[in-house]
RNA sequence: CGGGAUGUAGCGCAGUUUGGUAGCGCGUCUGGUUCGGGACCAGAAGGUCGCAGGUUCAAAUCCUGUCAUCCCGACCA
């Protein structure tokens, strides 16, 4: 392809609209632009890789067994009320009506068609598994679409559905997709990691997120220093660590009742009153499903909302008002404590461990110290509520945790029979009995990938795509395109290399070479060809890896086998990667 | 949805306080000179100042409304 002809329009600023380094490398490079928000075009280049990231999923999910299916984006809102998602999805969920008045949505996901399509087909035992999974739109209605392509309304998604005849064939199935996940990320040279992961609102037992790690992720993620263990924060199972024992004169002895006029936080009463965090606790007011809860952690602790909201099993669940606290336990926030709390008490592990503890009197301006669990209060029920810290213990062995940032690209669910249930979708077994599907789902956002490849891959000159999922291999750049040795020189090269089935680029525009080296680097292209006036002489070419600076001088009849060779080394594909 | 901010040429911005003929840089077009890391000279095109009302002799500027976008938070695949 010539560069004369490519519609990519590079831009030398950075567009206001973007500030997350993704984003305003892809607007820069001219491989995407915004429609509306969260809404985005991909242009040539940015369709290509597009198009490279989807042939490898959809290689691997064949390998793994799968079935290419294409299902509507338009979906009948009677599916959703079949399942009960109707109301539960929310305001996340884009609704339209057709000209009678019927309701549809914007699929966000597709079990609800899947399960219904194979519900009327398959009927018996001998046709499982199966395994179908589409790439496609999907449209969710962010509260707040972000960061680009990383939080966009429309994107991208790999959707697979497993469907057997029990939770053993689950595994069977589970275990396939994550091999294949696995396979995947290692194909497109991303540097991630597969932790364990709160299966949320989709419900179902076991579950796995896929990370490409980069500072500026979202997802917090945690992982041992000496075994294999790894876990979104949200997930991470905490081990409770005990107090040393406290400061005699806080640890033993009757409950007592201390004045702390206007100290409020946790960091107020170690500052003014000389009691660590550590020996306090906080408590925590949520309503969950309309009901008023207290949470206890120690005060040197976070609690984890998502592990209070599966202990609680409950749908919503937000801080409660103050108003209401007030009416009900008598005092404010700061001044709260478990003791003599009319409303259930929610304590994480650790809260049972402590020698003593100071903690709010439900009287403003009070607190009370040498607090014991168990004789000044008890609560409904003692669990892992906190989020895990660096250095807490592996649950797994005598390591510790570490933390690290990434971007969720991937995530596989166990549902088991959530939907097979809800959609009443059965088959026949051996025995002619009826019987619910046995159901996984595997996810893959395709477009986020894209944007956490540049995340995760980038200079201060533009991106750095990895061979595999790069919009070209390489880009020869005749330095004076006017000279006609020059050009010649390139345009030799540059057939080579297309007879070699390379994808390359060739900068034919009447331009000087410093922007056409600027514009190389900016849209990230792996290998550059310079063919310049002193090295041809000798005949001669530079070959430039874009993720190192130093460039080397090739014979020119060479440069198109190396370019080859170099290619196919980072695209080959992995034999045995069961990890 | 709460808080904050911004809409002026393709992109980045100034001008708004104090109303008086719409500006700068980059990009684009023409001609010329250049040609190894975003060249230089000369010329040119391009904006109903987000939209709608209002005040005024006069509105990018003041007032009211509205739409859009971005950031923080809450929420969450």
Redesign the pocket.
């Known amino acids: 392809m010539r560069c004369s002809q490519l519609f990519y329009?590079?831009?030398?600023?950075?567009?206001?609209?973007?500030?997350?380094i993704s984003h305003q490398w892809l607007l820069?490079a001219g491989f995407i632009r915004?429609t509306?928000?969260?809404v985005y075009t991909y242009l040539p280049l940015g369709y290509r890789v597009i198009k490279k990231i989807t042939e490898i999923v959809r290689q691997e999910m064949d390998r793994a067994g799968g079935q290419e299916v294409m299902m509507p984006i338009v979906q009948p809102a009677e599916l959703w009320q079949q399942s009960g998602r109707w109301d539960v999805y929310g305001e996340?969920m884009f609704r339209l009506r057709d000209r009678h008045q019927r309701a549809y949505c914007l699929g966000?996901?597709h079990e609800e068609i899947i399960t219904t399509l194979v519900d009327a087909e398959v009927h018996s035992y001998r046709d499982l598994p199966l395994l179908l999974y589409q790439i496609q739109n999907?449209y969710?209605d962010?509260?707040?679409?972000?960061?680009g392509l990383m939080?966009a309304r429309e994107f991208i998604m790999k959707d697979l559905y497993s469907f057997d005849v029990d939770h053993e064939g689950l595994q069977v199935s589970y275990e396939k997709m994550r091999q294949a996940y696995n396979r995947i990320f290692q194909r497109l040279m991303l540097s991630y990691r597969m932790v364990e992961a709160d299966s949320?609102?989709?419900g179902g037992s076991a579950s796995h997120?896929f990370m490409v790690l980069a500072e500026t992720g979202?997802s917090e993620i945690v992982y041992c220093d000496r075994c294999e263990y790894a876990a979104n924060v949200e997930k991470a199972v905490c081990s409770p660590v005990a107090v040393e024992k406290a400061a005699e004169s806080r640890a033993d002895g009757e409950m007592i009742t201390i004045p702390t006029p206007g100290l409020r936080t946790i960091a107020d009463l170690a500052e003014h009153m000389g009691i660590p965090a550590h020996e306090q606790v906080k408590t925590l007011f949520y309503s969950a499903d309309g009901k008023l809860v207290a949470a206890v952690v120690r005060g040197d602790r976070e609690l984890n909302?998502i592990k209070l909201?599966n202990a609680l099993g409950c749908n919503?669940?937000?801080?409660a008002d103050e108003e209401l606290v007030r009416e009900r336990c008598g005092a404010g926030f700061g001044s709260l404590g478990p003791v003599g709390l009319n409303v259930p008490v929610y304590a994480d592990l650790e809260v049972p461990l402590m020698p003593g503890i100071s903690c709010g009197c439900n009287r403003d301006d009070y607190h009370y110290s040498q607090v014991k669990y168990g004789r000044d209060f008890t609560a409904t029920a003692v669990l892992d509520l906190r989020s895990a810290e660096v250095g807490d213990p592996c649950p797994h062995c005598e390591g510790h945790l570490l933390k690290m940032r990434g971007i969720?690209?991937?995530?596989i669910f166990q549902l088991g029979l959530k939907y097979s249930e809800a959609m009443n979708a059965t088959y026949l077994d051996k025995d002619g009995r009826q019987k619910h599907f046995v159901m996984g789902c595997y996810?893959i956002?395709i477009s986020?990938t894209m944007a956490a490849a540049v995340e995760q891959n980038h200079d201060q000159?533009?991106i750095i795509w990895p061979i595999p999922i790069a919009p070209y291999h390489a880009i020869i750049v005749p330095?004076?395109a006017?000279k006609s040795e020059q050009w010649e020189a390139a345009w030799k090269v540059y057939k080579q290399l297309e007879n070699l089935g390379i994808e390359v680029l060739i900068d034919d525009r009447?331009?000087?070479?410093?922007?056409k080296?600027?514009?190389?680097?900016?849209i990230g292209i792996p290998l550059?060809i310079?063919?310049?006036?002193?090295?041809?002489q000798e005949n001669r070419v530079?070959l430039?890896k874009r993720w190192e600076s130093e460039?080397e001088l090739v014979d020119i009849d060479r440069v198109a086998l190396k370019v080859a060779g170099i290619i196919s080394k980072a695209n080959q594909i992995p034999i045995d990667l069961d990890k």
Do not use: C, W, Y
């Open positions: 329009p590079t831009l030398r600023e950075v567009p206001s609209e973007a500030d997350v820069r915004r509306t928000s969260g996340e966000p996901t999907k969710r962010e509260i707040r679409p972000r960061f939080r949320g609102a989709i997120e979202e909302e909201k919503q669940l937000f801080m969720e690209v991937g995530h996810g956002g986020r000159d533009g330095v004076n006017n009447d331009q000087r070479a410093g922007v080296f600027k514009d190389a680097d900016l550059r310079t063919i310049g006036p002193r090295a041809l530079e430039k460039t």
